[in-house]
């Protein structure tokens, strides 16, 4: 079975997770801070209306162009970004760019009408968590943002081929090379503990260092490797026996 047939019967939530079956109202936990980002002010206010039932999320921000979006992560430190593409002053391609670069730890949700393979082959290379259509099911938006606050990734369906093509470029360039050769020690130790599961603040914890520290190696160590997901991540630990299933 070819890997894009693979991927659609796994459905592995640490690299697509195409299902919204299964969400549950929210009881009393954490919030997720969130910034909404489109230049249709009609569009921010139906992504609030969709996630104003659930409480634990929280839009402490929005903008209308990218320009303003890198200036509320900076000031705001949301957890994710719900970013939209065509925009004025600074397109969302270029605002996901320079906030994974200044800001790894913060995630990326790309949410757009764009459904063409150059958009989320460039926005893969930059690290985005997530990508979906805005006509899509008002569900998969509650999901998508369920997942990668998780630490795993959400694709729309229609980005399974093309997700899958991106993978195997990945792997391509692995075979040729071993990226994990190339990291600095203390990337090498993070590297080990996220393949084997621990959370950013058990890293920190077990390291002696900051969270932000652990998220800023881990974005470091995905650039450098190719990587887009722990999913991947762990997969390239598996393969290369750096740890153990």
């Not at 206010?45 to 402490?60: C, Q």
């Not at 997530?130 to 008002?138: C, E, R, S």
């Not at 652990?214 to 750096?242: C, D, P, T, W």
Request: hydrophobic share 40%.
């Amino acid at each position: 079975m070819g890997r894009n047939s693979d991927l659609r019967s796994r459905g592995v939530r640490a690299e697509i997770d195409m299902s919204s079956e299964g969400i549950q109202q929210p009881g009393k936990v954490s919030k997720t801070k969130l910034i909404v980002v489109d230049d249709q002010k009609v569009v921010i206010e139906g992504v609030k209306r969709i996630l104003e039932p659930w409480k634990e999320f929280d839009v402490v921000g929005e903008a209308l162009n990218g320009a303003r979006a890198v200036k509320l992560v900076e000031s705001l430190k949301p957890d994710v970004v719900i970013m939209d593409i065509s925009m004025p002053i600074m397109n969302g391609i270029e605002a996901t760019a320079r906030i994974k670069r200044q800001f790894p730890e913060t995630k990326v949700l790309i949410f757009s009408m764009y459904s063409d393979k150059e958009y989320i082959t460039r926005l893969l290379r930059i690290g985005i968590s997530g990508y979906i259509l805005k006509d899509d099911p008002h569900s998969d938006l509650v999901q998508a943002i369920k997942v990668i606050v998780s630490g795993a990734t959400y694709f729309s369906k229609i980005f399974v081929d093309i997700v899958g093509e991106h993978l195997r470029e990945i792997e391509e360039k692995i075979g040729c090379q071993d990226p994990f050769e190339h990291l600095s020690m203390r990337e090498q130790e993070v590297f080990r503990h996220l393949a084997e599961g621990k959370s950013t603040k058990e890293i920190a914890s077990l390291l002696f260092i900051s969270p932000k520290t652990v998220e800023s190696h881990k974005y470091n160590i995905m650039q450098k490797m190719g990587l887009n997901s722990v999913g991947e991540l762990i997969r390239f630990a598996i393969r290369k026996k750096i740890i153990t299933p």
